[in-house]
Nanobody, 119 residues
Framework: QVQLVESGGGLVQAGGSLKLSCVASGRIFSINYMAWFRQAPGKQRELVATITSGGSTNYADSVKGRFTLSRDNAKNTLYLQMNSLEPEDTAVYYC?????????????WGQGIQVTVSS
């Protein structure tokens, strides 16, 4: 079993910054990709950004140029640096990891962390 622990959320004013972290622990043989999703009240969960094991990143158009995704493979940790935050970024952010135990492939979600941006 793999657990994801998210941290770094909170309340910030528009224009401010936050850095989210997601630590994956457990019987992980390898991690294929890691990602952040978010879900605002009354809206569907949406992809924010993904990063492959090789470090290739992909961002939603709404966050390009403001958010930066990175990972520490040795620590199985994912980071999301969020700058120039806007009220529209307010949501619960979820870490998502595609991993393998050496035999099978799994996808695990974190419990979610609140990010609130005030105007």
């Amino acid at each position: 079993q793999v657990q994801l622990v998210e941290s770094g959320g909170g309340l910030v004013q528009a224009g401010g910054s936050l850095k989210l972290s997601c630590v994956a622990s457990g019987r992980i043989f390898s991690i294929n990709y890691m990602a952040w999703f978010r879900q605002a009240p009354g809206k569907q969960r949406e992809l924010v950004a993904t990063i492959t094991s090789g470090g290739s990143t992909n961002y939603a158009d709404s966050v390009k140029g403001r958010f930066t995704l990175s990972r520490d493979n040795a620590k199985n940790t994912l980071y999301l640096q969020m700058n120039s935050l806007e009220p529209e970024d307010t949501a619960v952010y979820y870490c998502n990891v595609d991993w393998s135990d050496g035999a099978l492939r799994y996808v695990t979600w974190g419990q979610g962390i609140q990010v609130t941006v005030s105007s």
